[in-house]
């Protein structure tokens, strides 16, 4: 088992930056990757990125690419998500994820691919 807690969200201005990150405790040499997702009031979850545990291959959604970084440090274990210049429309609950495989490319925007999930942490950008 893998269990992830989130923290650093809160209230930003528009342009303004946030990090988050996902600290992983129990069985954790078992995790192959890490993902960030979101989910806004009214709107289905959506993927934000993902990196790889071993190598730090990392993708992202195009509506984030530029703007956020995702990236982990083992002898923490703990994953980070940078925002800068946050947007109104990124106001959301945030979730971070983890499974024992490799996520491809063409699968990792699919909630369904990770087996563990983080309680959340709310980002709110104000306009």
Known sequence: QVQLVESGGGLVQAGGSLRLSCAASGSIFSIATMGWFR?????????????????????????????????????????????????????????????????TIATMALSSEYEYWGQGAQVTVSS
């Not at 709107?43 to 990125?49: D, H, Q, T």
């Not at 545990?53 to 274990?77: E, L, M, P, Q």
């Not at 925002?83 to 109104?88: G, H, I, R, T």
């Open 39 to 103: 989910q806004a009031p009214g709107k289905e979850r959506e993927f934000v990125a993902r990196i790889t545990w071993s190598s730090s291959n990392t993708y992202y959604a195009d509506s984030v690419k530029g703007r956020f970084t995702i990236s982990r440090d083992n002898a923490k274990n703990t994953v980070y998500l940078q925002m800068n210049s946050l947007k109104p429309e990124d106001t959301a609950v945030y979730y971070c994820a983890a499974t024992r495989h490799l996520v």
